[in-house]
């Protein structure tokens, strides 16, 4: 007798769920549920703890059931299989456990909204039959920091429909969100949060999906977007990566074929010199990669071409490295724009600007080179947050409008490591960010956190448009380590406008080491390792060098690159000062698994 009319409802009488516990206690391995659906239609929940210790699952949906409603109530794991028209709304779902905390096996019409949910493991859906899954505005979140997996979607091998949109995905270690589809799917992922994960943020593999308008953020030791997936379209996306091991924002490779990625805005802040960079190409024929930020603050690749990209259609991105390391492909650097783009044989309206991010994750540019400079996709409308992009749209995933007197230093000009040693005059790139000509403004600028003699500039320079100015000159001494700082203040005699686009990124000089330095103590040449370090990766060494290591325990975590000029005979010794090595502690304390080391030697010799 149950039907959309006469449907059966268990609700707490109180309403507060916590109140009102169905909880099964014993072990049961073969009947492992507190509730179990088996082929019931019209069924509601609601305000009820349904709880289940000794085994997995608090809730078993199975054979057939459906139109269920399970609402506003706490469970503890929940299993649905050959079900349909099912609703999981408003519910604290925890499982403390290695088991999924919603599976969703060849069932259809499933809607998943609203629910809080702490696990291991998240959602998993699979099955030839699972179709018209839909999965919103979830809050999925690891029980431990660095630990399980959070949205698992697994290929069948038939179309299906399926949408993952505007949830919160956070802090799981293998990946945020996982989707295997087949071409002429209708397989979404649009909007979510994915925040903290370890490994990799976004994966998809197969073909035939939309990624579209997420912001993958915090990913701290792996891949923002790992695209394996054909036809499938990756836009409107903010990619955040970080860490100090390998961070890449956006990863291609070779099943992406025919796929497009386009609108994105990648910002790698991860320090890896080697093995940080914005977008990777490792495969794949006939790729679109058009209207792309692709920035490296941390020092790596702006983009690593590491396959041929002649079927590609590539233009209209932005490139940016902190270091100039704009471009690898076929097994050579390059330090700037036209000589990168001569190499890859194509690259028309790209441009080399630092987009100047409103922050590290909420990736608003303000670079004016940036505005107006992209090209109209017919089917790419609007952008990350539904405005509508203009006839020639900006770059990246956000819209931006420039303002008036907005002016900022975008970088040093002519300074790399080695930095020469002596005298040296400091130049920096003013860059007019505002739609007014820029007329006057305060140039600063630091060294190792000192201020120098403020500069005043005037003059007339057009939007858009920016110029070198020496600010004046800085005397770099023998086997130092420099960092440089530079910012605007004020525009045209105005308050600035946008003043988060004022500094630019720190430039860390060294000149080359050559002899004897101390680590550590009273009035040490480098006070730690690290700084150690920066001085060998960044400027090398003219003759033999050896660190006397004062006593003391240095909490650090230490990598050592390929050293400039090292050799048999320019050798880099580090020793103990005091020749007891029980009084000298390298000690790196933190638990990292991803980067699993205290001293590492990354290509590095001698």
């Avoid at 499938?232 to 996306?237: A, K, Q, R």
């Avoid at 961070?247 to 992406?256: F, R």
């Avoid at 396959?307 to 390059?334: E, I, M, P, R």
Wanted: with cysteine; aromatic share 8%.
């Amino acid at each position: 007798g149950s039907s959309e009319i006469n449907t059966i409802t268990f609700e707490g009488e109180s309403g507060d769920s916590s109140k009102v516990e169905l909880h099964y206690k014993l072990s049961n391995p073969t009947n492992d549920y507190t509730l179990k659906l088996s082929d019931a239609s019209h069924i509601r929940v609601r305000g009820i703890s349904v709880l289940r210790s000794g085994g997995n699952y608090s809730l078993l949906v199975d054979d057939g059931s459906t139109d269920n409603v399970i609402s506003g109530s706490v469970l503890q794991g929940m299993y649905l299989s050959q079900s349909s028209r099912i609703l999981i709304e408003g519910n604290r779902i925890y499982t403390p456990h290695w088991m999924w905390n919603i599976s969703v096996v060849k069932s259809t019409g499933i809607r998943i909204i609203g629910n809080n949910q702490e696990s291991l493991l998240g959602l998993w859906v699979v099955g030839d039959s699972s179709d018209s899954i839909y999965y919103r505005g979830n809050k999925l979140a690891s029980l431990g920091v660095g630990a399980g997996q959070g949205i698992r979607v697994e290929n069948s091998g038939i179309p299906r429909e399926i949408e993952i949109d505007d949830n919160e995905v956070k802090d799981y270690a293998e990946y945020g969100i996982y989707v295997s589809g087949v071409e002429g799917s209708r397989l979404r992922i649009r909007g979510n949060r994915v925040i903290g994960i370890r490994d990799a943020g976004i994966i998809a593999e197969g073909g035939g999906l939309e990624i579209r308008e997420n912001r993958v953020v915090g990913i701290r030791s792996g891949v923002g977007i790992l695209l394996n997936a054909a036809s499938t379209l990756v836009s409107n996306n903010y990619i955040q990566t970080e860490g100090i091991g390998v961070s890449k924002g956006l990863v291609v490779q070779g099943g992406a074929s025919g796929s497009r990625v386009v609108f994105n805005s990648v910002n790698v802040t991860g320090v890896d010199m080697v093995n940080g960079r914005a977008l990777e190409v490792l495969g794949g024929e006939r790729l679109t990669i058009k209207n792309n930020i692709f920035s490296n603050r941390g020092g790596g690749f702006s983009a690593y071409l590491g396959s041929d990209v002649s079927t590609y259609d590539l233009s209209h991105n932005a490139y940016y490295s902190s270091k100039q390391k704009l471009g690898f492909y076929n097994s050579s650097v390059y330090d700037t724009l036209s000589s990168f783009l001569i190499a890859i044989g194509s690259g028309a309206g790209s441009i080399h600007t630092n987009p100047q991010f409103l922050s590290d994750t909420s990736l608003v540019p303000s670079s004016s080179l940036l505005d107006a400079s992209g090209v109209s996709i017919a089917d790419i409308v609007s952008d990350i947050e539904g405005n509508l992009r203009g006839s020639v749209p900006d770059i990246g995933a956000k819209e931006f409008d420039l303002c008036n007197n907005d002016a900022g230093v975008s970088g040093f000009d002519g300074l790399s490591s080695p930095a020469p040693i002596g005298n040296v005059p400091v130049k920096v790139v003013l860059q007019n960010n505002g739609t007014s000509p820029l007329t006057s403004t305060t140039i600063n600028w630091t060294v190792n956190g000192v201020l120098q003699p403020v500069y005043q500039w005037s003059g007339n320079l057009p939007s858009k448009q920016s110029i070198a100015v020496v600010v004046g000159n800085y005397n770099f001494t023998s086997g130092g380590v420099f960092k440089l700082r530079s910012w605007s203040t004020g525009a045209n005699n105005q308050a600035d406008c946008k003043v988060y686009n004022d500094s630019c990124d720190v430039l860390n000089l060294g000149t080359k080491l050559c002899g004897t330095y101390t680590i550590g103590g009273v009035s040490p040449d480098f006070v730690t390792f690290g700084d150690a370090a920066l001085a060998l990766n960044n400027a090398g060494v003219g003759c033999p060098v050896v660190f006397k290591v004062r006593d003391g325990v240095y909490d650090e975590q230490v990598r050592i690159y390929q050293v400039p000029g090292s050799s048999e005979i320019n050798t880099i010794t580090f020793e103990g000062e005091s020749g007891d090595s029980s009084k000298v502690e390298l000690h790196y304390k933190l638990s990292n698994p991803t980067n699993d080391y205290t001293l590492k030697l990354s290509d590095a010799s001698h």
